[in-house]
């Protein structure tokens, strides 16, 4: 064999390295997917007039991505299958008001958390309503699959009340404005945006519930158990925009006040 058909040998797996080492950088380069649910749940999701995503966590998802340096796009999946799409590397991160529990910690991982709220039940106005004694015998709406589906089954079970669980947050509203349902459970933020609402006359916050172990640490991102160096820019990024004021000043636009948690 001749030198130079040595060197031409020696040279292809140093060509192919690098081929594989700039597909790498090209994949790394791809944008991250933020999972949100497809089903809106304003004011944290939903889509404006013009049909585009918006709301507090799509805002706050991408101002992470650019405290990050990453660019991220937003990617709407069914609630039901966010945790799947996720394992499955469909999206990269699940920014939904998904709280950090034990039971979710032993299928993904989360980053710090961002923020916190209770649950609050909605009812009518004109009913008179105790917690959670007053529940029995009356009928309580609730959205599977999140804290506050398990803090009905842990902590509501032995009160009477009949339980129903909805696949989306606002078929839990609607039944409760036309009647189907006495009361509702829900996300805090979200109770305080229902009841603004002109078709939500007559109806208001009768209280929240008491902190207990169904509700986790807060809010945080979801990601793929492993992805430590992903869990760690979030976290900085997450440091980044509580500090620099955007979380909160995000917050106090949407909702009035500051949820943040930083």
């Not at 060197?7 to 997917?33: D, K, Y």
């Not at 469909?90 to 950090?100: A, F, G, P, Q, T």
Request: charge should be negative.
């Amino acid at each position: 064999m001749s030198k130079e058909n040595t060197m031409q040998r020696a040279l292809i797996p140093a060509i192919a390295l690098s081929i594989a080492t700039l597909g790498g950088a090209a994949q790394a380069a791809e944008p991250l997917q933020i999972g949100i649910s497809a089903e809106p749940y304003p004011p944290f999701t939903y889509t404006s007039s013009e049909g585009e995503w918006t709301g507090f966590e799509v805002e706050l998802g991408l101002a992470i991505c650019e405290a990050m340096e990453a660019e991220c796009e937003i990617q709407p999946t069914g609630w039901s299958g966010i945790i799947p799409s996720l394992k499955a590397g469909r999206i990269d991160m699940i920014m939904n008001s998904m709280s950090i529990t034990e039971a979710r910690q032993k299928v993904i991982d989360f980053s710090d958390p961002y923020y916190f709220t209770p649950g609050a039940y909605v009812a009518a106005d004109d009913l008179e309503l105790s917690l959670p004694e007053g529940l029995d015998g009356l009928v309580l709406g609730v959205q599977s699959a999140t804290t506050n589906a398990t803090y009905a089954r842990r902590a509501l079970r032995d009160t009477g009340v009949d339980t129903r669980l909805y696949d989306q947050a606002e078929q839990v509203n609607r039944d409760l404005l036309s009647g189907r349902l006495d009361v509702i459970l829900a996300d805090e933020i979200a109770m305080n945006e229902l009841v603004e609402r002109d078709e939500a006359e007559g109806f208001e916050i009768k209280g929240t519930a008491p902190h207990h172990e169904a509700y986790g640490e807060g809010v945080g991102i979801g990601i793929r158990q492993g992805d430590s160096e992903l869990k760690a820019n979030l976290n900085a990024a997450i440091e980044r925009v509580q500090q620099d004021g955007t979380c909160s000043s995000l917050s106090e636009e949407y909702f009035g006040t500051d949820i943040c948690t930083g």
